[in-house]
């Protein structure tokens, strides 16, 4: 069945710091791929999506490139804040699936000034 | 503001007992989703519904059950509450079936209502 793998935490970053959280998945069809962000007392709020391979998803300086050869969708930034301490949640979704959703278990971020 | 609406944000009550959440879709959409997420199984996803009919369960108890209205509003009714579900659960919708590598389907989640049973 459809799953998602990713990079276990914490991470902890110093501020400015380059971020890379991996996110390979499994999927029997062609799924639309997202990054969602939880902050501290809120809900999961979506970040980036890509919806077919080579799609590249970006917002807030966050960017992940779907990669269907090596089924990946790694999130990176360039210089974190300390603002973007948060959990980060890949997850796909397939259409001839009902539009399940299929979430990874987060990846917990600090990053400290 | 997520247009998600849940009821109640916080809830306390004993073991043994019985409490029903509520979620309200964003305007327009038709699917529903419920999600607990626990300190130590991360976000596990319970059932969905898509305009008032069952869609999909994943790791939901017999205890646990929902249902979609007419007006598209969800509830969740948990009974026989055990301290194992403490917890927050999120309501999510989106848009509904849109078929295969559809981008329109995106979940949108609702702040949460958190659980403690004591």
């Known amino acids: 069945g459809d799953s998602v793998t990713q990079m276990e935490g914490p991470v902890t970053l110093s501020e400015e710091a380059f971020l890379t959280i991996n996110c390979t998945y499994t999927?029997?069809?062609?799924?639309?791929l997202f990054w969602y962000v939880q902050y501290p007392g809120e809900g999961l709020q979506l970040l980036l999506k890509?919806?077919?391979?080579?799609d590249k998803g970006s917002n807030k300086g966050f960017e992940a490139t779907y990669r269907k050869e090596t089924t990946s969708f790694h999130l990176e930034k360039g210089s974190v804040q300390v603002s973007d301490s948060a959990v980060y949640f890949c997850?796909?979704?397939?259409?001839?699936?009902?539009?399940?959703?299929?979430f990874g278990t987060g990846t917990s971020l600090t990053v400290i000034p | 503001d997520s247009g998600v609406t849940q009821t109640p944000k916080h809830l306390i009550t004993a073991t043994g007992q019985r409490v029903t959440l509520r979620c309200s879709p964003r305007?327009?959409?038709?699917?529903v989703y419920w999600y607990q997420q626990s300190l130590d199984q991360g976000l596990q996803f319970l059932i969905q519904?898509?305009?008032?009919?069952?869609?999909a369960k994943g790791n939901i108890l017999e205890r646990f059950s929902a249902q979609q209205f007419p007006d598209l509003h969800s509830e969740l009714n948990l009974s026989s509450l055990e301290l194992g579900d403490s917890a927050l659960y999120f309501c999510?919708?989106?848009?509904?079936?849109?078929?295969?590598?559809?981008?329109?389907?995106?979940?949108?989640f609702g702040a949460g209502s958190r659980l403690t049973v004591l």
């Open positions: 999510a919708s989106s848009l509904g079936n849109q078929g295969p590598g559809s981008g329109a389907n995106v979940l949108t």
């Open positions: 999927a029997t069809g062609y799924p639309s």
């Open positions: 890509a919806t077919k391979a080579d």
């Open positions: 997850a796909l979704s397939e259409g001839n699936t009902g539009n399940q959703f299929y």
């Open positions: 305007s327009g959409d038709l699917s």
């Open positions: 519904y898509y305009n008032g009919e069952e869609r």
